[in-house]
């Protein structure tokens, strides 16, 4: 099995479901890299970069350098250590309360409070502080994501792949103790699964949603026509060969079991056979001529009668008295008989 992550988007909207969950273990932040107008080496010698990050929490009444972003390259990591303790401009004033930087006021911030390291960061479009609590960032949503739903599809039984993760660019959770559920109605698909992420507080009652898509591609070998079928073909072991196919482009596919089957229409050559391009081979076929039986309470009577229908066992069927060619519904009882009550 290899899971692989191609591409995401971040997006949240509110929405309800229920159903089974799975809690999330808080992730590391990852800062957000984007261009910026000042190179790293405005200092000579200086290797390492300040990225900060789109979304940070700050645990007192000042925000730390340490809070909202973090070093890359060859700092040390004592130099760091009393780096990232440096105290910046205060903090949202209530805890859960947050602040938003846009890139340009944030800039201004950085060389008003850090005039020293402001050249050498990378700044996001926008910085959200909340006072408190902690953050959840979107790459690790991503990976738990893709985790719980890879978990969920291993009763599909084949290879599987989950690509194009969408998730909330960053998640703040109001307390340190709050969790984070997943959230799915029904079993995992392939093809496009709708989840959501629940915040729950430590008592578990649930605080916020949000919206997560996730596609599962799942490849196995899947029945095809080893040769053109025709409408009402016989479907026999040697019109089918298996072929390694997604099916999450192919939700009806047929498993190859059961039968005996015929096509209810046109299946062209290496083409998937789906299931409801089947039907089971009927008992008695339409033209076939099988004796009606009329059982009355103390009568039983015989004719000769012509099928008008395909039917199996048990189902009632048209039948035309080849004598007085009366039609007459009848049930059938086996492959030469049909019965009124």
Known sequence: ????????????????????????????????????????????????????????????????????????????????????????????????????????????????????????????????????????????????????????????RGEIDVTDIHVPEYIFLPNQRDTLDILVSGAVKPGRNNLLLEVRDASGKSQRRFAVTGFVNVWKPVACASRPLNRLELVTPEHVTFIRKNLAYYPKAWDGTGGPWRATRSVGGQQVINQDGLEPVPVIAKGAKIDLVFEGQNLRLSAKVEALDDAGVGQKIKVRNLQSKRIILAIVQDAATVVVR
Not at 42 to 55: M, T
Not at 56 to 65: E, H, I, N, R
Not at 83 to 88: E, F, H, I, T
Request: net charge positive; proline share 6%; charged share 25%.
């Open 1 to 156: 099995m290899r899971t692989q992550i191609t591409r995401h988007r971040r997006a949240a909207r509110p929405l309800r479901a229920r159903h089974s969950r799975l809690a999330l273990v808080p992730v590391s932040l990852v800062a957000v890299q984007l261009p910026s107008t000042t190179a790293a080496a405005a200092e000579p010698g200086r290797s390492w970069r300040l990225h900060v990050k789109s979304a940070a929490c700050a645990q007192g009444d000042k925000v730390l350098v340490g809070d909202i972003a973090e070093a890359r390259g060859g700092m040390s990591a004592e130099a760091w250590k009393e780096l990232s303790a440096r105290p910046l401009w205060p903090a949202p004033e209530k805890p859960g309360h947050q602040t938003a930087l846009s890139r340009e006021r944030l800039a201004a911030m950085l060389k008003h409070h850090l005039p020293d390291y402001a050249g050498v960061c990378a700044l996001p479009n926008q910085l959200v502080v909340q006072r408190g609590g902690k953050v959840l960032d979107g790459d690790g949503l991503v990976k738990h994501t893709v985790a719980f739903l890879t978990e969920r599809a291993q009763e599909l």
